[in-house]
DNA sequence: GTCTATATACAGATAGAC
DNA sequence: GTCTATCTGTATATAGAC
């Protein structure tokens, strides 16, 4: 690997276990077996290095949905799954960018803007899913389609959140997606 | 004021929002309009000001309930009303202990067992009042009260992060209370 | 209790050799 | 591209006058 990639790999683990304030570029050379100097040969400063390392962070994040021949319930859990399976396998870094916009030091950026995209997106998902089953009669009417996503992904990041917190002591996060499910999906259905 | 309330009310204010490393004790001397060298000799170390300044802030913590002649789901009701005023009445500190969390940077202190022994507490109650209304019929007895608990408590907090995060741009955290009580809570009862 | 002045360490950043 | 040596600022912390 080289020296580049290799300052890259060491400061997103640094930065997202310690925070930006919180880590120094002499930590970061001394783990990534470089000098100081040649950090800012590459990226010239400490914000640079951050912003690289934040969009090679963000990079892998998309989604994409394969969902043919489901029920509009089946839809909504498989889009729960989805969103689990997403989280915990970018466990590093949503926390790491769940504490930026905790301590609001997000930078203003198209990366942050990205983020919130592709949460939107997913919001938007949900909601039509169920706005879908409204209107071929499988999900009852009265239902607000908005609020019930919002919900719904509310819930799912408390369940994330609680295992970022508690690891261990209350019902692990996977536990509770199945009466998450229950409550939230299997109650809209008309039956 | 005495000046040693000054210097904790204003790191309070910058522990909070930019977090303990990216505080210094000349801006939190400047701020309180005192010598940094009088910080140093009330508190003697930055982590002990800091520690003085995390008890000040949990010190009011607290849950009292006054439950009687409510029937068990409004009792549910009206903690998940509790939960949210005490969150959204001591948002700034509530929001830098989750950062904290999220940062790996709470200390193992007596109060930090304090914060998890009262969400424990928090999430006891709801179990028990769960288990109370199936013990007397008036809640479904197939549900699972522990998983419920953690269910209404994952989906509150997920609200409220949500609306730490993204202030403005999606379902205000208030807006979702009322679906979370109709998912949650009226969903269990006997019809 | 409160201050000014200072010690010491380390941060981000630069200069210049190779 | 990568290094050593160094600059400059600021951090925590101390000494000692009042």
Same mark, same amino acid.
């Given at each position: 690997?080289?020296?580049?990639?290799?300052?890259?790999?060491?400061?997103?683990?640094?930065?997202?276990?310690?925070?930006y $304030?919180?880590?120094? %570029?002499?930590? !970061?050379?001394?783990?990534?077996?470089?000098?100081?100097?040649?950090?800012?040969?590459?990226? $010239?400063? @400490?914000e640079n %290095?951050f912003r690289?390392?934040l969009s090679?962070? !963000?990079?892998?994040?998309?989604? +994409? %949905?394969?969902?043919?021949?489901?029920?509009?319930? $089946? &839809?909504?859990?498989?889009?729960?799954?989805?969103?689990?399976?997403?989280?915990?396998?970018?466990?590093?870094?949503?926390?790491?960018f769940?504490?930026l916009f905790?301590r609001d030091e997000a930078p203003q950026s198209d990366l942050f803007a990205?983020?919130? $995209?592709?949460?939107?997106?997913?919001?938007? &998902? %949900?909601?039509?899913?169920?706005?879908?089953?409204?209107?071929?009669?499988?999900?009852?009417?009265?239902? +607000?389609?908005?609020?019930?996503?919002?919900?719904?992904?509310?819930?799912?990041?408390?369940?994330? !959140?609680?295992?970022?917190?508690?690891?261990?002591?209350?019902?692990?996060?996977?536990?509770?997606?199945?009466?998450?499910?229950?409550?939230?999906?299997?109650?809209? @259905?008309?039956?």
């Open positions: 690997m080289d020296a580049r990639t290799k300052i890259l790999e060491t400061a997103a683990r640094l930065f997202a276990t310690h925070g $304030e919180n880590t120094s %570029l002499s930590q !970061v050379a001394r783990d990534a077996a470089v000098s100081k100097a040649l950090i800012f040969w590459h990226f $010239e400063t @400490k %290095l690289a390392v090679r962070t !963000v990079e892998p994040y998309s989604l +994409d %949905l394969d969902l043919d021949g489901l029920s509009e319930t $089946e &839809q909504l859990k498989k889009l729960i799954d989805l969103y689990y399976e997403f989280v915990t396998e970018n466990l590093y870094s949503v926390r790491f769940l504490s905790l990205r983020i919130l $995209e592709l949460y939107e997106l997913y919001r938007g &998902q %949900l909601r039509e899913i169920i706005e879908s089953g409204q209107k071929n009669g499988t999900i009852a009417p009265q239902i +607000d389609a908005a609020s019930q996503a919002g919900l719904i992904l509310s819930a799912l990041n408390g369940i994330l !959140v609680q295992g970022f917190v508690f690891a261990g002591s209350t019902p692990s996060a996977e536990a509770l997606l199945a009466p998450l499910k229950a409550a939230l999906v299997d109650t809209l @259905k008309i039956q």
